[in-house]
């Protein structure tokens, strides 16, 4: 009683059985959001697809809930692709990115037979066509493009705008002469464009100022080079609720829009309607997650605020060092109990920026209750660190009640394998 469930399993049992700090993770929440995507996206449009943005939460449990649900999987280094692999996830339903892909990781994509490449500037494109050449194989790929619009979030994780260490901005017509050489390459199948304009995005409006740009890069080089763009990808960037936002939107507020727009603009400008693709990750799989803390020391100062130490923190989660982030949480072993005193969340990091909530309401604590935060399923173990020489915490995953460890915990071993 009064204590914290999720999908079915009691949290304060989970702490105890795998120890705390602990992500678990509810692939429940995960095929519900999956499905919704096939229903109101895959199954409402035709020629549409969805990629999972592996580097929201990628082990690889994850990897074989996204191969076994159906739809495709975007990796953006040659750990994630490794990873992917390892589940033998289909090699045609992978997309890959990033934006100085080195030789071996082209090599190894090539090699896998990854479905697209998304080529991110002129430099790649040579090095990926020598590869492809290599390999006896003509591969296909998509530009990253930025279309030079602004999204409403985190500066740090906005990426759209011309002022990008990302993609070709469309904005200066410096993308025309990258197409014009993807275009004689032999090795080089150019199906067409990607924009990713940002993440943690809660308005739809800048999907349609990207798409407009987009598509009017698309009726030039149709116009310039007859050529025809085959394929959109239109990225993720889907927000979710976090303390300070409200609840996660359907993933039709954005995907209609972006369906809508698409028809539009290509119909003024006489284009055929390119197959669009989605690359939602934080939106599938970021409240599928929490962090359980045990709560340890309690320092109070008077008249000023009362510091709540976990045995976690930027570690785990350095999404809130990093961009402000701000998280909700619970008390786990005092749901029954009415918040009645505001303290602020403390991991336990040499760094006095090492704080995973600001002013959070909680029923009275003490040492040794179970905290825990809420929407930690996305970016926190992939973003995880061995700072301070802290071990990464295990990640079980729930289902039904029914609990069982996906990654297990680093020991100090683990953290020195490599050191000689
Ligand atoms: N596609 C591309 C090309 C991306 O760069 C990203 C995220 C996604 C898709 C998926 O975005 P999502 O749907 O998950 O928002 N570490 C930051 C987020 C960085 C996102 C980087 N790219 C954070 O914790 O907020």
New binding site residues.
């Given amino acids: 009683m009064g204590h914290f469930y999720f999908d079915g399993s009691d949290t304060v049992y989970l702490a105890k059985k795998y120890g705390t700090p602990l992500y678990v993770v509810s692939e429940n929440y995960i095929i519900d959001r999956i499905d919704e995507i096939k229903r109101d996206f895959l199954g409402r449009y035709i020629n549409v697809d969805v990629v999972y ?1 592996g ?2 939460f990628l082990p690889k449990e994850m990897a074989r809930i996204v191969k076994r649900e159906g739809i495709g999987i ?1 990796v ?1 280094s040659g750990g994630e692709l490794y990873t992917a692999m390892k589940v033998d996830f289909p090699s045609d339903k992978i997309i890959f ?1 990033g934006n100085n892909k080195s030789l071996d990781e082209l090599d190894m994509a090539v090699g896998y037979g990854v479905g697209r490449i998304i080529v991110d500037n002129e430099y790649e494109l040579g090095l990926l066509n020598n590869v492809a050449k290599r390999h006896g194989k003509r591969v296909n790929i998509l530009y990253r493009t930025t279309p030079g619009v602004n999204s409403n979030t985190h500066k740090y ?1 906005q ?1 759209g705008q011309v002022d990008s260490k990302f993609g070709i901005p469309i904005l200066n017509g410096v993308i025309y002469s990258a197409i014009e050489k993807a275009l004689k390459l032999d090795n080089i199948n150019l199906l067409g464009f ?1 924009f ?1 304009i940002g ?2 995005i809660l308005d739809n409006t800048t999907y349609v100022e990207a798409i407009k740009v987009i598509t009017k890069l698309m009726k030039g080089v149709k116009d310039r080079f007859g050529f025809k763009t085959r394929e959109l990808n239109t ?4 927000g979710i609720q976090y303390a300070d936002t409200g609840e996660r939107k359907p993933i039709s507020f954005y995907t209609d829009i972006i369906m809508e727009e698409i028809g539009r603009s290509c119909r003024e400008n006489g284009l055929d309607i390119p197959r669009v693709i989605i ?5 599938i799989v970021g409240e599928a997650g929490i962090t359980l803390y045990t709560i340890g020391s309690i320092k109070e100062i008077p008249d000023v605020r009362t510091y709540v130490s976990v045995d976690g923190g930027m570690n785990d989660n350095p ?1 809130p060092s990093l ?1 402000e ?1 701000k998280y909700d949480g619970v008390i786990a072993n005092k749901m029954d109990e009415d918040p009645s005193s505001v303290v602020t969340i403390a991991g336990k990091c040499c760094e006095s920026g090492d704080i995973l909530v600001w002013d959070l309401k909680v029923p009275e604590v003490k040492s040794g209750d179970i905290l825990a935060i809420l929407s930690t399923g ?2 926190n173990y992939s ?1 995880a660190s061995n700072y301070n020489k802290f071990p990464r915490p295990a990640v079980v995953m729930v289902k039904d009640g029914k609990d069982r460890l996906i990654v297990k915990r680093e020991t100090y071993q683990d953290m020195l394998r490599n050191e000689i």
């Fill in positions: 943005a580097k929201a975007d953006v990115h994780i990426t990607h990713h993440s943690q990225g993720g960037g889907f690359e939602p990750g934080r939106w999404r961009y982030a996305a970016y973003m």
